[in-house]
């Protein structure tokens, strides 16, 4: 009977033991389900949209997302584009290179003025890149109000210097050292023009619905690589800056809705009498291709 | 006796049950720490670096990081650019949004052949663009064998397949389908040229030791704006794919190394005759810009 008894009891423990590995096992599953995005809801949404770095008025709760079949097909047409005889192609193709080639980035820049016209151009330029399922989750803010743009540079410098001095780790100064940019940023107030670009981490559907932005960081950032060339066509210079955690900052100073997080900033410009780059080179041919 | 063998059975179920609630515990951490960036070792290093995609070899170990100071600084020259009078930049600006503005995503491409110096301007063209501390983070291969291009489009015509039909989401296919893309890439093999976009998460420094590639997506994607700008200007035609999940088994297929990951795939050649293009309109100028 004793025997009896104590066999018995630890059968029950092996059995509670195995009912308790059970649970463990559900809860691991519940954890996993809830820190992986529910694919079906939200297929490949960008992380910024779970990013907690925004200050202000949190996003109101959820929303609605926009439901399959709420938006009609499109019609094909014939597509229309130049063609250029093979030597004619081949001209073209070297001179655009050797135009593109010429660009640098640019921290010295002139105060002054540039027609707005052309800067409207060269963004309706980086309005004609692609974007995942024709999306266009870009906006451009322009500054070139004095005081908003001293503003901008006053955001940007006082998180540029803790960057440098205690976020960005020896290693990232010292190479950006040999580039000689640190956290003091005049040509924010002296540029004409600033461009911040943003990034629609999504978008905003007829009737208030939430619409995805599929690879919105890749299609904004193909849009500035159009940008950049764009500048570079009409004369203008600009570096390509991604102030490193100014973005609810900015975007606050700015006025933008919270789907839109900052991507890029460029101080756009004549190039300064002075300016001065480093005397970098480019990679050959050899070490960036490889045919197959 | 009886009843104290039994409760001592009892005692013993419990420790071992506390022991085993303790030991699943630790697992949970360890998994959480494994899957933290140390951010001291590698500041701001991409995700990438810790994908679990790779298929093949593995990466040996984590190897050396090149220290701060090992890379000395650069002179500085003056910069000459081109200057415009005002009347010709507004021009300029206008005529290369007019050619920009033309551009759109072909997926119906002739098979004839290309200039092989007119692919080899446009990448050069892409290596104009600007990089995080200059690292030039891209390798473009370009893939004109019959017998690789049909090997990509295997890979990518089967995970294609099960994104349709599986991971995507019915949103997102519905998205898809007003531009009438699916899995099928007859393209794939019909283009003269594939262009597969590679990002170099990190790169390889004199003496072996590795080297961070900051914002190495960021700086592909406007290389890849570039890309798209030279060959609209020569003439050519593409479409800006993102092959999703096909990175890790082309980059096996054309032997890349293990810091490089695709980021984008273009099939380049001239517009069939017959090609089309879906209906859509680009947003107008005062959707995209906000001036301050």
Redesign the interface.
Known sequence: ???L??V???V???I??FL??IS?RKETKVGKAESVPT???R??VDEDLRDDTDIGPKDDNDGD?????E??????????????P?EV??Q???D??NL???????R?ISPEPV?R??I???????????S???T?P????????PE?KHQVRLVVEEEEEVNYRH??????????????TNWVKEYLDVAPYLVLVFKQTYGIAAGGKKK?H??N??SV??????????LQ?????T??T?P?NCGPKLRLL?Q?PANEKL??LLPVG??AS???????T??P?DD?????
Request: charged share 15%; with cysteine; aromatic share 10%.
């Open positions: 009977m004793a025997t008894t104590a018995f009891v630890a029950l423990c092996v509670l033991a308790f590995k463990q694919a079906k809801a297929p490949w997302w926009v439901e399959s079949g938006e009609e097909e499109l019609c094909h047409v014939p597509y229309l584009g130049s063609r250029y093979v192609m081949v073209r193709s070297q655009f290179y593109m080639n010429q660009r640098r980035s640019v010295f027609p016209q052309v409207d151009n060269v963004i309706l330029t980086a309005g004609t890149a692609p995942g399922a024709h266009e870009w906006t451009f803010v322009v500054v070139s109000d908003v976020r960005m780790g020896d290693k990232w100064v010292s190479d950006l050292q040999r580039l000689r995805t599929y690879y960081e890749i950032s193909i849009s500035c690589g159009l940008l950049l060339a764009a066509n009409a004369g203008l210079v570096v390509t991604t490193l700015l933008r991507l890029m004549y190039p002075n300016a001065t780059v480093p005397d970098l480019r990679k041919l960036i291709v490889v045919h197959v």
